[in-house]
């Protein structure tokens, strides 16, 4: 994953644009029938079960839209919540509440409905050592924010992009010539270009991961579409030469049972390309 100072300039790009898409020159509402004086208080209503993520983040919005608006924390992120709950209460400038309000609620309900199936997910390994990884496959232009609410909820994070972990796939390896050929290209280019970064190599079959461990410098083998079977035999076949992970239409019915094969993590596009927000409200109060 990048650093954690990459990650929050992730965040701060992903707050500009936000703001500059949705008040562009002006909230201009707010602006036309609330004195620029007038000051309230508003609160985050739950309207559904699940888990809270986005709190910090909200914080954040606030304070870029006006670092004089005071929030009251009621939930922590990660935290279980049901209908009727208040996770915060925000005070300052009317205006300002409002300008921040869509954002926080776009990113909150979204984060929250990662963070849920996340720890769905994550109690379903209880008891194995096995952990559910996110993947790439997050909404452009708020990959930080989905994969933020993956570790809120229990998960843990994949790559953040193509530039920090090399991840060698069935049409890198039919490109490159074979599995061995693109190992070896990889290596050659990392150190050409000083990168210090991890190799994941994806197998097809048992075939392919007995070539992959005959070479040397790959940290993950990703065993893709494997049957339970032969997951279990990949597994015993790469023991402690490096990690392993399952993927390919994993779901909630057979996530325990390939996490009891063996293998160290398990990665689902799920988590971030199939959740329905969580309902969620900012309330003005007296």
Known sequence: MISKEQFEKELDLIITNAIREDIGDGDHTSLSCIPETATGKAKLLVKDEGIIAGVEFAKKV?????????????????????????????????????MAERLVLNAMQRMSAIATKTRFFADLLE??????????????????LEKWAVKIGGGENHRFALY??????DNHIDFAGGITQ???????????????????????????IKEILSNEGVY????????????????????????????????EKTIREYAEC??????????THSVYNLDLSLKAVD
């Open 127 to 144: 008891g194995t050592k096995t952990k559910v990884l996110d993947t790439r496959k997050t909404t452009p232009g708020i990959r930080a």
């Open 182 to 208: 693109a190992i070896t290209k990889t290596k050659k280019y990392l150190a050409e270009k000083g990168l210090d970064i991890k190799i994941i190599v994806e197998a097809r079959d048992l075939e392919e």
């Open 164 to 169: 920090d972990m090399v991840m060698i796939k």
């Open 220 to 251: 993950r083998i990703l065993i893709d579409n494997f049957n339970y079977e032969d997951t279990r035999k990949a597994v015993a076949l790469i023991g402690d030469t490096c990690l392993t992970e399952s993927s390919g239409g994993i779901n």
């Open 262 to 271: 063996g293998v160290d993590f398990i990665s689902s596009g799920a988590l």
């Open 62 to 98: 606030f304070a870029y839209v006006d670092k004089d608006l005071k929030v009251e924390t009621l939930i922590e992120d990660g935290e279980k919540v049901k209908y009727g709950d208040i996770v915060f209460y925000v005070e300052g400038k009317s205006q300002s509440i409002l």
